[in-house]
């Protein structure tokens, strides 16, 4: 089982930088495949990027290809999400996840969920 709290949103405008931070519990972290999903007001939950238990695969959401970067530290137990070139239709709360096995751009393959961070992109 795995924990995890998301930290680093914030406010920002149009065309600015966030980096976004998920830090997870357990000794088996290296083991679990990661991903990024965010839900805006209104809106379903979508995906953003994921990554394998090891870093070496990324997949990412059309609309964020090229902006954001998703990378993972096993030593730390954190796996981050670089965003750049912000739009203000990226607002939303992001999500980090995490489950058990091949990396996933289905939020319904991840059984642990963190609380989420505000992102709020200004015009």
């Known amino acids: 089982q795995v924990h995890v709290v998301e930290s680093g949103g914030g406010l920002v405008q149009a065309g600015g930088s966030l980096r976004l931070s998920c830090a997870a519990s357990g000794r088996t972290f290296s083991s679990y495949s990661m991903g990024w999903f965010r839900q805006a007001p209104g809106k379903e939950r979508e995906f953003v990027a994921t990554i394998t238990w090891n870093g070496g695969g990324t997949n990412y959401a059309d609309s964020v290809k090229g902006r954001f970067t998703i990378s993972r530290d096993n030593a730390k137990n954190t796996v981050d999400l670089q965003m750049n070139s912000l739009k203000p239709e990226d607002t939303a709360n992001y999500y980090c996840?995490?489950?058990?096995?091949?990396?996933?751009?289905?939020?319904?393959?991840?059984?642990?969920w963190g609380q989420g961070t505000r992102v709020t992109v200004s015009s």
């Open positions: 996840a995490a489950r058990r096995g091949p990396m996933s751009s289905m939020g319904y393959d991840y059984a642990y």
